[in-house]
């Protein structure tokens, strides 16, 4: 069987984001700029799947349940001339939790818990934050979630996700997927050992 094709969109910004904050699995909505970033992505989308003579139809849509990634898919849906749902929701996408971190920019994390993050810095791939979780237990669930896949599929998820994928597809390392870059209103084509940043 050939190894599905994701197109994989990090949700739009939010207030969070533009302001630094660690967001995990807190559910924070978009922000104005995250909805033209999805809306964006789905004018991508749509440019890819027409050059590949493809209708969205053959894809299967799959969200992260937290509520950024789903507005994300609604309005990539609606971009792409289907309606806004129905697509499947899968809690094993949700981002990863930064526990007792989440809320707090990386300024108040190092004024709260230097030592803490002095360790994730030495190990960010294994170091989970207090009552959070690592990038390690991160990739099983989406490991797991991969592994049951049979076929192409349209993702709406998060940074956290997507670092996680490229490890599971052989693309980055354990030690260099925590380091590499995801950008918001990008779509990020993977298939086995293969990425392309479309945008």
Same mark, same amino acid.
Not at 62 to 68: A, M
């Given at each position: 069987?050939?190894?599905?094709?994701?197109?994989?969109?990090?949700?739009?910004?939010?207030?969070?984001?533009?302001?630094?904050?660690?967001?995990?699995?807190?559910?924070?909505?978009?922000?104005?700029?995250?909805?033209?970033? &999805?809306?964006?992505?789905?004018?991508?989308?749509? #440019?890819?799947?027409?050059?590949?003579?493809?209708?969205?139809?053959?894809?299967?849509?799959? &969200? &992260?349940?937290?509520?950024?990634? =789903?507005?994300?898919?609604?309005?990539?849906?609606?971009?792409?001339?289907?309606?806004?749902?129905?697509?499947?929701?899968?809690?094993?996408?949700?981002?990863? &939790?930064?526990?007792?971190?989440?809320?707090?920019?990386?300024?108040?994390? +190092?004024?709260?818990?230097?030592?803490?993050?002095?360790?994730?810095?030495?190990?960010?791939?294994?170091?989970?934050?207090?009552?959070?979780?690592?990038?390690?237990?991160?990739?099983?669930?989406? +490991?797991?979630?991969? #592994?049951?896949?049979?076929?192409?599929?349209?993702?709406?998820?998060?940074?956290?996700?997507?670092?996680?994928?490229?490890?599971?597809?052989?693309? =980055?390392? #354990?030690?260099?997927?925590?380091?590499?870059?995801? #950008?918001?209103?990008?779509?990020?084509?993977?298939?086995?050992?293969?990425?392309?940043?479309?945008?």
């Amino acid at each position: 069987m050939t190894p599905p094709r994701l197109y994989v969109v990090r949700h739009g910004e939010t207030d969070w984001n533009a302001e630094r904050r660690l967001q995990g699995q807190r559910d924070i909505p978009l922000n104005d700029r995250g909805r033209a970033q &999805s809306a964006c992505c789905a004018d991508i989308l749509h #440019a890819l799947l027409d050059t590949a003579g493809r209708p969205a139809e053959e894809f299967t849509f799959i &969200s &992260s349940p937290l509520s950024r990634a =789903r507005e994300t898919m609604e309005i990539i849906r609606v971009g792409l001339d289907l309606a806004p749902q129905p697509y499947v929701i899968d809690a094993r996408l949700a981002e990863m &939790s930064f526990g007792r971190w989440e809320g707090l920019t990386y300024e108040q994390v +190092r004024a709260s818990d230097r030592a803490g993050l002095a360790m994730r810095e030495r190990d960010k791939w294994n170091f989970s934050p207090p009552a959070g979780e690592s990038y390690a237990k991160l990739c099983a669930r989406v +490991r797991e979630w991969h #592994a049951e896949l049979t076929g192409d599929a349209i993702v709406a998820a998060h940074g956290g996700v997507a670092r996680a994928l490229t490890v599971v597809l052989g693309i =980055r390392t #354990a030690a260099e997927a925590p380091l590499g870059d995801i #950008a918001q209103g990008v779509v990020y084509e993977l298939a086995p050992g293969v990425m392309r940043r479309h945008d």
